[in-house]
């Protein structure tokens, strides 16, 4: 079992980025696959990003080209850096470790205003 908590929301005008953080009180190499995952208000909760040990970072198909998954087992950290954000990515961004999640953060809020 690890601690997640998530960092890094706010509220961004359209066309603007973001950079959340995950940093994990456990060592996250013990899970090949690290995601986030985001809810949006009156909506199911929705994959956006993995990245795993040996198949790389892979993508929903709503942010990819702007999202970027990334992972440091050294520092036990994983970040998605949130470029060209657009209102309809307002949502609680969650960190997960494993596949299918174990583990979750309780999440940072993304705001979009247009």
């Known amino acids: 079992q690890v601690h997640l908590v998530e960092s890094g929301g706010g509220l961004v005008q359209a066309g603007g980025s973001l950079r959340l953080s995950c940093a994990a009180s456990?060592?996250?190499?013990?899970?090949?696959?690290m995601g986030w995952y985001r809810q949006a208000p009156g909506k199911d909760l929705e994959f956006v990003a993995r990245?795993?040990?040996?198949?790389?970072?892979e993508y929903s198909d709503s942010v990819k080209g702007r999202f970027t998954i990334s992972r440091d087992n050294a520092k036990n950290t994983v970040d998605l850096q949130i470029n060209s954000l657009k209102p309809e990515d307002t949502a609680f961004y969650f960190c997960?470790?494993?596949?299918?999640?174990?583990?979750w953060g309780q999440g940072t809020q993304v705001t979009v205003s247009s």
């Open positions: 997960a470790a494993g596949n299918p999640p174990s583990d």
């Open positions: 990245i795993n040990s040996v198949r790389g970072a």
């Open positions: 456990g060592k996250i190499f013990r899970f090949r696959s």
